[in-house]
């Protein structure tokens, strides 16, 4: 059972930054992809980013040249730095495993809040 822990969300005045991480209890150096998600109240939950394991990276329109999905395999630990941060960016963000045959799980969770 692979479990995920996000940590690092908090409340933030615009312009600010954010680093949020995901700590996972498995080693991630074999998953398919790390991905970040985040749901703001009464809105679907939304893709943000993704790190696949051959190093890809993809990002949400929205979130492009502000945010940066990293993740540090020695530590089986993904990372999202969120610089610029705007209201519209306040949202519970999810930290996401893909792993082989579809295997998927999901954290719990951190609260961003962002005041303008």
């Known amino acids: 059972q692979v479990q995920l822990v996000e940590s690092g969300g908090g409340l933030v005045q615009s312009g600010g930054s954010l680093r949020l991480s995901c700590a996972v209890s498995?080693?991630?150096?074999?998953?398919?992809?790390m991905r970040w998600y985040r749901q703001a109240p009464g809105k679907q939950r939304e893709l943000v980013a993704t790190?696949?394991?051959?190093?890809?990276?993809n990002y949400a329109d929205f979130v492009k040249g502000r945010f940066t999905i990293s993740r540090d395999n020695a530590k089986n630990t993904v990372h999202l730095q969120m610089n610029s941060l705007k209201p519209e960016d306040t949202a519970v963000y999810y930290c996401?495993?893909?792993?082989?045959?579809?295997?998927?799980?999901w954290g719990q969770g951190t609260q961003v809040t962002v005041s303008s």
């Open positions: 790190i696949t394991s051959g190093g890809s990276i």
């Open positions: 996401h495993a893909a792993l082989p045959f579809s295997i998927r799980y």
């Open positions: 498995g080693s991630i150096f074999n998953f398919d992809a």
